[in-house]
Structure formats: C-alpha cells, structure tokens
C-alpha cells in the first residue's frame, strides 16, 4: 500500500477508537455517581410503561380503531414512542455539544463532527434498552414475537442519519446564535405532536395528510410499529416496506449530505468564535 493509502487507513483507524471512546465516555458519564447505573435505563421506560398502562387503557379505556397493528393502546404508543427518541435525542444533544465541548474544540486539533455521531451512539444504546423491553412485553402481553423486527437495524441507521445530519445543523448554528437550541427544542415540540405517535392516522382529517406524506418520522413511527408488534407482512406488504424504506432514506440521506455540508463550512469559525 502507497504512503497516502496507509496514511488515510491510519486515519480511519484513529477516528474509529476516539468515537468508541467519545461513545463510552458520554454513555457512563449519564449514570456517572449512580448506584443504578445502566439499569436506569430500562427503570425509565418501564415506568413510562406502566404509567401508560394505567393511564389509557385502565382509567380512559381507550380503543384502537380496527386495522391497526394491535388493539393494545400502550404498546401502539411505546412502540411508535421509540424512533422519536433516538431521533430527539441526538438532535437535543446535539444542539449544544459544540459549545459544551468547546475548550476540546478550540485547544486541539480536534474533528468536531464526531461529537453529533457519538451523541447518536450513546443514545442508541438506550435506545435497545428500551426496546428489549417492549419485545418483552409484546411477549407477555401479545404472546408474538414478529420476526420483522430482524429488519429494525435498517431503520435505526437510517434515523442515525436523519437525526446525526440534523444535529450538525443546529450544532454549528448554535456556536454563533445560542438561541438556536431553544428554537430547536420548540420546533420539536411541534413536530411531536404532528406525528402519529399518541393518535392513529385514521383521525388525521384528509386536509392535513401531507403532515404524515411528508414527515419522515411518521414512516419511522409505522414501521416500527409494524415490524415490533404486527404479523409477518405477504409479499404486497414486503414492497409497500421497501418503498417505504426508500422514501426515509431518501430523507434521511439528504438531511445526512445537507448536513454535513452545512457544518463543514461553518467549522472554520469554531474556534475564533468559541
């Protein structure tokens, strides 16, 4: 191998070790004093778990319509609960890492646009956290275990790159307006409640299905629903699934490259203005 080959390989090599340790640092510094530790991380939606039970189904017996995935309101919510967080987590975290992790940026020679990836990872383990726990009460609750959640990896690194290209937006946006974390935090707000998460899509009055046509988080929010918690699809639903995958991808890539773009050109102020 020529010397520019080995030296882009050792580069490679390199950046992968400091991600692994960017990643295991951040994961241990969110239970870092804590006698719990990363059980924590399933005590959290467990709790959320239950309580949603208690809510919805035991005090305001809400029905599902016919059609759905399953009739079992807690699970229709954690199931499409869950590529909301990993995609508002890394986006949140983002937002302010750059600023956080300023004197990193500004006293080393530092690739600042791991910071964003790692935060994805780190979230990403919660992430199975939790959804080991809902498989585990589809399981008891359900009596099914679909093996289209096989497929679920596919859907997790299309929304690492959805979310991780969104973050490098606000991430370097918020080193020179600081306001742009908060923006952020009510934009997702909004776009919480304009997804189908707590509703089904059959109560969207038809003027505003462009919400769900045009949201790459409502197709999320289906397919995880579908591959956790409904029946092996027949070969009409296994297209529908790859168009579907498709257009989140398609998403999700350009939010990536628009990103990474983005972020690029405004890294060569960091440290002048950190």
């Known amino acids: 191998m020529n010397v520019p080959g080995r030296l882009f390989l050792t580069n490679i090599i390199e950046r992968r070790a400091l991600l692994y340790q960017m990643v295991r640092r951040d994961f241990e510094q969110r239970y870092v004093g804590s006698a719990g530790g990363w059980l924590w991380g399933l005590i ?14 035991i005090c305001m017996k809400i029905q599902l319509p016919r059609g759905e995935v399953t009739q079992n309101y807690t699970l229709f919510l954690l199931a499409g609960y869950l590529p909301w967080t990993l995609f508002q987590d890394t986006v949140l975290r983002s937002a302010t890492s750059l600023v956080d992790q300023a004197n990193l940026i500004t006293k080393t020679v530092f690739p600042a646009e791991l910071i964003p990836i790692a935060i994805f990872f780190s979230s990403l383990v919660n992430h199975l956290l939790t959804l080991f726990l809902v498989l585990g009460a589809a399981w008891l609750w359900l009596g ?9 990896p596919i859907y997790m690194i299309l929304t690492g790159l959805l979310g991780v290209g969104i973050g490098w937006i606000v991430a370097s946006l918020q080193v020179y307006v600081r306001d742009t974390a908060q923006v952020m935090t009510v934009v997702l707000t909004i776009w919480f409640w304009l997804t189908p998460i707590f509703i089904y899509e059959e109560s969207y009055p038809s003027r505003f299905h462009f919400l769900l046509d045009y949201n790459p988080l409502a197709y999320l929010v289906r397919a995880y ?6 029946p092996l699809p027949d070969l009409r639903q296994l297209a529908l699934v790859g168009e579907e995958i498709g257009v989140i991808a398609f998403y999700a890539l350009a939010a990536f490259i628009a990103g990474g773009l983005f972020f ?11």
Do not use: N, Y
């Open 144 to 152: 099914q275990a679909s093996v289209m959640t096989l497929s679920l």
């Open 225 to 230: 629903r579908e591959h956790l918690l409904g």
């Open 44 to 57: 959290h939606p467990l709790a959320i778990l239950l309580c949603w039970k208690f809510v919805f189904e």
């Open 264 to 274: 690029r050109q405004l890294k060569r102020g960091f440290a002048d203005v950190l």
